[in-house]
């Protein structure tokens, strides 16, 4: 899952993206509103934290314009504490979710796993395929109750896949979920990383199909 960061206070956007990226997320981040605006624009994010109050373009105005290009990732906003205008603007803007300032990081990373659920159609924050389990509080994954120790590269596909089970997932949708904008991207690892988890995982819960990606789903049905 690759998220952006929109927060022009750089402690606070380095703490939001270290929390994010220890929790298996790769995290792209932007400074100010014209900056996140240009990424969230272009890139394709499965959730974007964005703060309301950004130089150079305000959060609320981001979000509209994403909203009115079409681009309908979820938007987990942060607010000052007792703005409450700012939130009834950011919600009617598009935005799915707040955070006000100051916040704990545990409460942003729950939100977060949150959206990303509500996102892809999910009411459990456990995925289940087959004898699979992966559990997205944790970070733990499972085959017939019994730990599988993934790398976080693997553990992020994997966690890509479950979220998107029952449908055929590219290998460039992967490609552009699972990197950074900065990272020299080759579809070819996909397919390393792909056996890898097969082999882990010991139950083929990843089909390949031909032309076409990936599709996860349950051995033998
Ligand atoms: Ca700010």
């Known amino acids: 899952m690759r998220l ?6 750089p402690d606070l956007n ?16 932007a400074f100010d509103g014209e900056e996140g605006h240009y990424l969230g624009e272009t890139e394709p994010y499965d959730a974007v934290i964005l703060d309301i109050g950004l130089p150079k373009m305000d959060g609320i105005s981001v979000l509209e314009a994403w909203r009115r290009e079409g681009r309908s990732m979820p938007v987990l906003m942060l607010t000052a504490r007792d703005r409450w205008s ?7 803007a598009g935005a799915d979710d707040y955070v006000a300032k100051p916040f704990h990081l545990e409460e942003v990373l729950a939100r977060v796993r949150a959206l990303l ?4 159609g999910h009411a459990n924050s456990e995925f289940a395929c087959g004898p699979v389990r992966l559990d997205t509080r944790t970070g733990r ?35 552009e979920h699972l990197y950074d904008q900065d990272f020299d991207r080759d579809s070819n690892t996909i397919e390393v990383f792909v056996g890898r988890i097969r082999r882990k995982l010991g139950v083929d819960i990843i089909q390949t199909v031909r032309g ?5 789903s349950t051995p033998g049905g």
């Open 141 to 175: 994954v499972t085959v017939d109750g019994n730990p599988v120790r993934l790398t976080s590269h693997e553990y992020r596909l994997l966690s890509y896949l479950m979220h998107h089970a029952g449908r055929v997932v590219s290998r460039t949708e992967l490609v």
């Open 117 to 120: 659920r509500r996102s892809t």
């Open 14 to 29: 380095r703490q939001l993206t270290t929390a994010l990226s220890d929790a298996g997320y790769v995290v792209d981040r």
């Open 4 to 9: 952006l960061v929109v927060e022009d206070d």
């Open 86 to 92: 700012d939130k009834v603007q950011g919600f009617d």
């Open 212 to 216: 076409l990606g990936y599709l996860l």
